[in-house]
């Protein structure tokens, strides 16, 4: 049989400065940059700086720029706000809890300025 010998995909120096870069600047533009200067696809260098523990993944925002909310969190808010369980709440559609969501918080802002 014959002995293969496995060539690493990162040199110890290829990881080394590749994490310093990324820890100066944590962007997509950052990781396009390292991908084309190490000849990497951008997917293998993510990989490789989660498994070194430094990659950031980037914030979901919806078309509008907004940060992503899920229907678990409206609900979770309603529930504190409240102070009641509604299991079944998850069920409404995300565009009933938004709205419901921002008149029991715009509610409770208003009474609270009317006591103060």
């Known amino acids: 049989m014959t002995d293969t010998v496995k060539v690493p995909n990162y040199t110890d120096e290829m990881?080394?400065?590749?994490?310093?870069?990324?820890e100066a600047n944590p962007t997509p533009e950052t990781v396009a940059k390292l991908a084309s200067e190490f000849s990497k696809t951008t997917r293998s260098i993510?990989?490789?700086l989660?498994?070194?523990g430094v990659y950031k993944a980037q914030?979901?925002?919806?078309?509008t720029g907004a940060p992503v909310v899920r229907k678990a969190e409206l609900v979770a808010m309603l529930q504190e706000k409240l102070g009641?369980?509604?299991?079944?709440?998850?069920?409404?559609?995300?565009?009933d809890l938004e709205v419901l969501?921002?008149?029991i918080v715009t509610g409770?802002?208003?009474v609270f300025?009317?006591?103060n």
């Open 101 to 103: 969501v921002g008149s």
């Open 15 to 22: 990881v080394t400065a590749m994490v310093a870069t990324y």
């Open 46 to 48: 993510v990989a490789k």
């Open 50 to 52: 989660v498994r070194e």
């Open 84 to 95: 009641v369980e509604m299991p079944t709440l998850e069920k409404a559609s995300k565009a």
């Open 108 to 110: 409770f802002d208003e």
């Open 59 to 63: 914030q979901r925002v919806t078309k």
């Open 113 to 115: 300025n009317e006591v």
